[in-house]
């Protein structure tokens, strides 16, 4: 047996634990995607308190002011050191650490679905991507018959994000193809237009070799998750309307924060339309 | 909706390892191996998991040279790649009048004059009549020439500029492959050109792209010179005669009566007087602030940031590179002020500075508002004398 082959073999082995970092990676990379929108969204909200405030304790100040308690320019001292207080440079500081935290905060709750619980591929008679997504489809339909937000927003967000890091990984890999070409055939006039399209190929390799894998395990893991809410007792009968409500609204800050942030993260300027464009660019 | 009949799928119970492919099925793995090595790589070097995760490590064991959490986000102004030591003393200001012999190499060569005097205040240094410097490594390739000597005459290091820059059009980019190698920069500039990024010739730009070798060590001679070189053209953002009402330092509120730090340069300009950017950068943020008004934040880099506020009017957006002198909005009287006025601010290496130390701003001549103490000695980094930048203290002018 050659070298190769058997390191082919070793990582076979562990394929399920390759695949799982891989996955996990590619969700990592498809958060950051969103990073800046993130960091331009905590800025954007980060501004408009800081005003509100700033504007509040002038009003209040200038009101009290007008008591006769202390001057004018007193109160306009001491709203102007309020409004030193937080400056652009400090609310652009505080915006990179919530956005900092606001994302790995995304990672963290995709965290548990992204490692998933995985099917032992033995028991999987389905093969390839096209088996693995009608058996993904197939159990999302049976899964969802117990409404629940979590299960209902778990797959597009899983989709959109690796999906968008696997645009992101392909990007980076055009960039070494069109390196390679630059030094190659320099003068080759379609070399950027064959990157574009090794990155865009790359990145659904990535797609074929890592999603079908991490949305199924995200489908199973939201599955258990969702077991994990009843008892063993109440699974004949339905549970009471508030545990039912609950077990709805659980997945709430997934379905409106974490989905329309993985939606965007597919069709940032960065990655997906940009190398859409590159591809036909000059032809 | 109402069925929770979950016992009828197949699973396994939760928390149950999955059954682990029969011994004697042999599955390879090794395209997916690589694969996933590709993306641990991406995760690792181009998000803030991978930093906070190497942050973490370095911690751990104690190392000093530790990663920046934000260097990933496009809102983070760039890493300041400064060696602030070596800055220390040199004049930032732009000269009126520079040594003969440099004034003899720009007549000859058309190389930038300041440029020149980059070179020597760093590397080098004008005695009896003459300008030389300490050999480039690699100016040999530009001239295509021996050079034995340890020093060399600046109107030779000007002649492998200009004929450097015929190659990468740039006399900066010229200049860095005087130290770093020619090779190395052009491959590197064409790297980050073929990855779609704005201005690639810009240092800034194309250092990552540098092998990690390069960063960590010829890159650093390279990057003093050029940030000098900046520094000591930075443009002043409002016409030349517009009067500095309040300068930068401490100063006596003149409606207030407190003894306050005043931030940046006040310079009285009518409403509707275009502003302009002090040099080539990207600007950071544009957007309006209570006390600031509308304000436009300007990444020249090297940790060259410049901030214009109480705009009437921003004509830029963010992440919109911007050239030297570019007009990014019109003078005002947004925010807290009493009167049309621009504030404008320019830290270096995140510390607030006197704008009127850099470049080609109108020096300061007199005492002005100082409270009788010296005025801030034109130098880069004085991290021990230069009041901290605090808060954003630009109060209303006078």
């Known amino acids: ?283 | 909706m109402t069925d929770f009949d979950l016992s009828k799928f197949d699973l396994p119970p939760a928390g149950a390892s999955a059954a682990e492919p029969k011994k004697d099925v042999k599955v390879r793995g090794l395209f997916d191996a690589l694969l996933c090595l590709v993306l641990l790589y991406g995760a690792y070097a181009h998000t803030p998991v991978g930093a906070v995760l190497e942050y973490g490590v370095r911690t751990a064991l104690g190392s000093k040279n530790k990663p920046s959490l934000f260097a990933s986000f496009r809102g983070a102004d760039t890493e300041v790649k400064l060696d602030a030591a070596s800055f220390d003393g040199q004049s930032v200001h732009a000269a009126d009048q520079l040594p003969s012999p440099i004034e003899d190499a720009v007549k000859l060569t058309k190389v930038n004059g300041e440029l020149l005097a980059s070179l020597v205040a760093l590397h080098g240094s004008c005695e009896l009549g003459g300008c030389t410097i300490k050999t480039p490594p690699f100016l040999e390739d530009l001239l295509e020439a021996d050079l034995r000597d340890d020093t060399v005459p600046i109107a030779q290091v000007a002649l492998g500029i200009a004929k450097g820059k015929r190659r990468f059009l740039s006399a900066e980019t010229a200049t860095e492959a005087m130290f770093i190698a020619p090779f190395v920069v052009e491959r590197a500039v064409r790297q980050a050109e073929a990855s779609g990024l704005d201005r690639p010739e810009d240092i800034n730009v194309h250092s990552d792209f540098f092998p990690a070798n390069i960063r960590r060590g010829a890159m650093q001679d390279a990057i003093q010179v050029l940030a000098l070189y900046r520094m000591r053209t930075l443009a002043w953002p409002t016409p030349a005669t517009a009067r500095v009402t309040s300068p930068f330092g401490y100063r006596t509120h003149p409606v207030l009566k407190t003894r306050r730090f005043h931030n940046g340069t006040d310079i009285g300009v009518r409403t509707g007087t275009p502003l302009r950017s002090a040099h080539r950068g990207i600007i950071k943020r544009s957007g309006y602030d209570s006390v600031s008004g509308n304000y436009v934040h300007i990444d020249h880099g090297f940790g060259i940031v410049s901030t214009h506020c109480h705009m009437s009017e921003t004509q830029v957006k963010q992440d919109q590179h911007v050239g030297r002198l570019d007009v990014v909005g019109l003078s005002g009287a947004t925010g807290r002020v009493t009167g049309p006025h621009l504030h404008y601010i320019v830290r270096v290496d995140k510390k607030a500075v006197d704008p009127q130390a850099y470049g080609e701003a109108p020096r300061r001549k007199t005492k002005l508002d100082m409270d009788g103490k010296e005025p801030v000695t034109p130098k880069v980094f004085q991290k021990k004398n230069t009041p901290d930048a605090g808060p954003d203290a630009n109060t209303p002018a006078p």
């Not at chain 1, 440079?89 to 998933?116: H, N, R, Y």
């Not at chain 1, 778990?154 to 390679?180: D, K, N």
């Open chain 1, 1 to 283: 047996m050659g070298f190769f082959t058997a390191l082919s073999h070793f990582f076979g082995a562990r394929r399920r634990f390759v695949r799982r970092l891989g996955s996990l990676c590619l969700v990592v990379l498809g958060v950051h995607a969103a990073g800046d929108l993130i960091d331009n969204g905590v800025f954007a909200v980060l501004d408009k308190v800081d005003l509100f405030f700033d504007e509040l304790v002038w009003k209040v100040l200038d009101t009290v002011a007008g008591w006769g308690l202390f001057s004018v320019d007193r109160a306009a001292d001491w709203s102007t050191r309020f409004a030193d207080w937080v400056d652009v440079e400090a609310k652009q500081t505080l915006g990179l650490w919530l956005a900092l935290i606001v994302e790995i905060g995304v990672v963290l709750v995709l965290l548990d679905f992204v490692w998933g619980r995985r099917q032992a591929s033995h028991d999987v008679k389905e093969r390839g991507i096209k088996g693995e997504f009608m058996r993904s489809v197939r159990e999302l339909g049976e899964a969802f018959t117990a409404f629940d937000l979590e299960r209902v927003a778990i797959v597009p967000v899983v989709l959109c994000f690796s999906l968008s890091g696997a645009l992101w990984a392909g990007r980076g890999l055009e960039t070494i193809f069109s390196q390679l070409f630059t030094d190659v055939a320099p003068l080759w006039r379609l070399g950027v237009n064959v990157a574009a399209s090794g990155g865009l190929l790359a990145a659904l390799l990535l797609v074929w070799r890592f999603v079908p894998d991490l949305v199924d395990g995200a489908i199973l893991r939201a599955h258990d998750r969702a077991l994990e809410q009843l008892d063993t007792k109440e699974l004949d009968k339905p549970p009471p309307m508030k545990k039912r409500l609950r077990m709805a609204l659980r997945g709430a800050p997934l379905a409106f924060v974490v989905l329309p942030l993985a939606v965007v993260s597919v069709f940032t300027e960065g990655s997906f339309l940009e190398l859409i464009g590159r591809i036909g660019a000059a032809l």
